[in-house]
């Protein structure tokens, strides 16, 4: 249904921009015409700049009889200055003192002879555009512009600013797997994918996003198991995005998702490159953005919220399969437990034993609110306390978290406010919601507990069956990248299912999921791991 009111007011939203994602911010760019006045050159950076003490423009003097004169510009902030005096000043300064016409010098071939005999920089650009050059002092790199010279050379390997170290990530903990995390840092984020998949078949597809912030997003994938379709269907989504900054990759989400307005998440979220890694593999895509930890990927399904890194380095039947069988429980509960409760205390008392419909009957006895109120309140100030747990210090969070919970829950009932049979509900609830590994479908499934109550209230068991209906019908029709949100149950595809309720062994996982419409299927041949080796054959 939402879906549906979506593309009927999808009509009178502003359209999307039709154009590429990379969008040029310079109104006078067409100005720029290429010159050898070095003055000028630096008067069109300068003036294309907003008056900042950050943006520094050194004039340089280099070479002891042939004076040429040049410029370095740079941000303040964004370069790594023991780079940028080791390996660009010094030689420029110091060594290019022999720099002369005996030694076949002259002001013609200065330019070629810098960066193959002085300069001891990695990165080395050469272009004849100022565009280019503002774009590239923007991101942390230096421009040196040499008198006379239409060429400017641009230094790639000056970039260096304060980074987060890799550490843990705190959201997706585990007991047994790989202790690193994505930090906001877009390089050391696309190195910790390549310290993990060696092929050279890896890539990344990267463009600016934001005609103000110029944030570098990359799509990332494995050429020839990742699906051509899903890749340009991702692709063209990102580069209508028409929007002045992007400062988190949930921006990106909201544009690419097939439907906004549904309350289940449709991209997956992770910290983690190992679980990113699991993802390429299995021939899906992850999206990496500049300047947030949180890496996106596509396509998904709804089981895999429901799935953790760590159940592919457990025990597979024992600890992984447990748990799966647990998440899918916890699922059922924080969603359904508070509405059941109501509908069979209001409309269905014949399906509760007798002795504990009189136990339930005493303890509501002066309390004056009626029963789905009491639910409704106290889920309330539970979403509050955990609300206010999150946002204030972490001492201080889980402090308030526990302490506020229980005092909250025992004046409640000496107040004669709700009975302690709620309470019960309320917690086991909220207990049960902190079993999801994805924070974005536990964030659904604790919304759609108050309509649902509202229908046990209303409606009994039948009107929690109709809201249920309900959900399971947008569900069936959600898509991600073209991905039917329940596959493999929804279409059935067997082969998939085997790796929802339980988890096999990875000697039995032989093929690729089916919902990452990979090329390449196979992801090993059948071999016998549990013949024997014979002791007295060699080699």
């Known amino acids: ?32 015409l290429p010159t050898k006045n070095l003055q000028e050159r630096v008067k069109q950076i300068k003036d294309t700049f907003a008056p900042s003490d950050d943006l520094i423009i050194r004039d340089i003097t280099f070479g002891s009889e042939l004076q040429i004169n040049g410029t370095l510009i740079y941000i303040d902030g964004l370069v790594d200055k023991s780079i940028l005096n080791n ?47 503002i774009d590239k002092i923007l991101t942390g790199e230096t421009a040196l512009i040499i008198e006379g ?30 202790r690193e995390g994505f930090t906001e840092s877009f390089r050391d984020n696309t190195a910790l994918i390549r310290r993990r998949i060696k092929d050279p078949r890896l890539f990344f597809d990267s463009m600016k996003i934001g005609k103000i912030t110029r944030t570098e997003v990359s799509l990332v994938y494995i050429k020839g198991l990742a699906n051509d379709k899903i890749v340009k269907e991702a692709r063209q989504r990102l580069q209508r995005i028409d929007i002045d900054g992007i400062l988190e990759s949930a921006y990106l989400e909201e544009f690419i998702e097939d439907c906004p307005w549904s309350l289940f998440p449709q991209i997956e979220h992770t910290e983690r490159p190992d679980k990113a890694a699991a993802a390429l593999l299995e021939g899906r895509i992850i999206i990496i ?34 748990l799966r069988w647990l998440r899918l429980f916890a699922v ?34 002066g309390v ?73 479908m536990g964030y659904a499934l604790r919304l759609l507990r108050f309509p649902l109550a509202l229908l046990g209230a209303s409606l009994g068991l039948y009107g929690v069956m109709l809201g249920l209906l309900g959900i399971l019908i947008h569900v069936t029709s959600l898509r991600s990248f073209g991905v039917p949100y329940l596959a493999p149950l929804a279409p059935r595809h067997l082969e998939d299912a085997k790796d929802i309720f339980i988890r ?35 080699g």
């Not at 955990?386 to 107040?415: F, H, M, N, T």
Request: proline content about 8%; charged content about 25%; overall charge positive.
């Open 368 to 440: 004056p609110f009626p029963l789905v109120v009491e639910v409704l309140g106290l889920e309330f100030s539970f979403e509050v306390l955990r609300e206010a747990g999150v946002k204030l210090p972490r001492p201080l969070g889980q402090a308030l978290s526990i302490v506020g919970a229980l005092i909250l829950g025992d004046a409640a009932i000496r107040a004669g406010l709700v009975s302690p049979a709620i309470v019960i509900v309320v917690a086991m609830t909220a207990i049960t919601s902190f079993v999801i590994p994805a924070f974005s």
């Open 149 to 178: 010279q239409e060429q400017m050379m641009i230094f790639g390997d000056t970039r260096g600013w304060k980074d987060r170290e890799i550490i843990d990530p705190e959201n997706e903990t585990v007991l047994r797997g790989p």
């Open 504 to 538: 096999l062994p990875h000697r039995l996982i032989q093929k690729r999921p089916w919902i990452a419409r990979s090329y390449d299927l196979i992801r090993r041949e059948p071999v016998d791991m549990d013949k024997k080796p014979d002791p007295g054959k060699k």
């Open 1 to 32: 249904m939402l879906k549906h009111f979506y593309k009927r007011i999808k009509r009178y939203m502003v359209p999307l921009n039709k154009g590429p994602g990379e969008k040029s911010y310079l109104k006078n760019e067409s100005s720029f």
């Open 289 to 322: 953005t500049d300047n947030t930890p949180i890496t996106l990927i596509i396509p998904i399904t709804f089981f895999q919220f429901m799935q953790a890194a760590e159940d592919y380095y457990d025990r597979p039947f024992i600890g992984a399969t447990l």
């Open 87 to 133: 390996s660009i000043l010094r030689p420029l300064l110091i060594e290019s003192r022999e720099v002369k016409p005996s030694k076949g010098y002259t002001r013609e071939n200065i330019y070629r002879r810098l960066h193959r005999e002085i300069l001891t920089t990695n990165e080395i650009e050469e272009t004849n555009q100022i565009s280019l050059v």
């Open 332 to 365: 059922n509960v924080s969603l359904i437990f508070p509405a059941f409760y109501v509908a069979i205390t209001t409309f269905h008392q014949e399906m509760i034993p007798g002795p504990l419909l009189i136990s339930l009957a005493a303890t509501r006895e």
